[in-house]
């Protein structure tokens, strides 16, 4: 009798006869051996059938195998610097196999494929080691999210997805026929959890978010996820100094757990290594100048166009790209204009044109992966907001009421998990990020 074990255990058990459930991902070798890739979920393992080993039936059905075949395999577990795999240094010497069921001709082969092909295959795109490690580091991710908020005093509070108004701008809006009423997908969790800091003090809410976004970029999903906590008591600096501690925790945490998935991406460790407190911090303004500086030294007039911004626009991608390629970790900018940001935002003391806003942009160019801001706590300036930005007062009555018991300065942010598992693993494109993607283009599969 065999034990049955995961390859992620397999350094525990040298030596022994070890059976593995799982798929073939690649064969190679032909005459007297076969060299088969195995991976089970938890990691991936070479499998080595010798002809004189194993009775003719084992070795015919080696030889049978195509590629994702469904195989349950025993073997001897042999120390192998060498042999590839995760985690590396063992190989299976095989000594039965029995074959669950030979797969049809995969569409995905080892050759390169286009985006649009491999997203029509994301159902079985999602096997490939690339997307499995980056997915890995997702969940791990959302684990890290999870243990420091809940460490640190944020209560988890659920927030409703379908929703009377818009919490983020009326442009980016799905909405649902309610039972003959308009309602809306959430575009954040943010307002109830404004009301939840007057019970709680300290909340986060977490979970998928939607805007009808109408671009194609590599940063854009319609749906993604977002973990957004609140704090009562809490200024804009009080919100950097959590943003910092929270954000450094997720990726030591991914680089403690997750090295082999980041290896495996050929992910740059040392970059990451370097994400501890404190961060970088900088005014809108000084963002400007920056800009400026560099789009008068290039000599790239495309760039030069790129860059330029008036002040009072939000950034894009190619100002982010810029400024976050003069840190080397994570910088803070902070007092963006009040007409680019939501109309929560508490104005700037003295400075009623600039909100007391603030964006973190990951460095190599990965750019925003978390808003947030210090809330207005006054009603009278909210009630003017929301009739500035013309939203219906009616589905905000509730917002505004709670400025009437007990207000307080307080603060919050949200980041973005497809944009920070695109930072963390190196992933250009955030629909990797993601299982199942969705984009303007893109509901299948
Ligand atoms: O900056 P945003 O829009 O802020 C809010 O929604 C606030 N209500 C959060 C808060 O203060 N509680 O979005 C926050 C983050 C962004 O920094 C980005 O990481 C992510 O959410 N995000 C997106 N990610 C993927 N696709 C999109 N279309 C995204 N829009 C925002
Ligand atoms: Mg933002």
Known sequence: MSRSIRIADIASYPGETVTIHGWLTLKTGKGQLQFLRVRDGTGIIQAVVFKKDVPADVFEAARRLTQESSLVVTGVVRADDRSPGMPGGYELGVTDLQLVQIAGEYPITPKEHGPEFLLDNRHLWIRSSRQWAILRVRATVVRAIREWLDQNGFINMDTPILTPAAGEGTTTLFEVDYFGEPTYLAQTGQLYNEANIYSFGRVYCFGPTFRAEKSKTRR??????????????????????????????????????????????????????????????????????????????????????????????????????????????????????????????????????????????????????????????????????????????????????????GSVPHSGFGLGVERTVAWITGTKHIRETVPYPRMINRVYP
């Open 220 to 405: 854009h999903l319609t749906e993604f996820w977002m973990v957004e906590p609140e704090a009562a008591f809490c200024d804009l600096d009080q919100l950097m100094e959590i943003e910092e501690q929270f954000v450094s925790y997720i990726v030591q945490r991914t680089l403690d757990e997750r090295r082999s998935e980041l290896a495996m991406l050929e992910r740059d460790i040392r970059a990451l290594e370097r994400v501890t407190p404190p961060f970088y911090r900088i005014s809108y303004d000084d963002a400007l100048h920056r800009l400026a500086e560099v789009q008068a030294r290039t000599e790239d007039p495309e760039l030069k166009e790129l860059l330029s911004v008036e002040w009072g626009s939000d950034f894009g991608s190619p100002h982010e790209t810029e400024l976050t390629a003069q840190f080397d970790k994570p910088v803070f900018v902070y007092g963006f204009p009040t007409q680019c940001k939501a109309f929560y935002m508490e104005p700037w003391p003295g400075r009623p044109e600039v909100s007391k806003s603030v964006d973190l942009l990951a460095p190599e160019g990965y750019g925003e992966i978390t808003g947030g801001s210090e809330r207005i706590s006054d009603p009278d300036l909210l009630e003017q907001r929301i009739r500035e930005h013309q939203l219906p007062p009616e589905a905000f009555s509730w917002y505004v009421d709670l400025r009437q018991y």
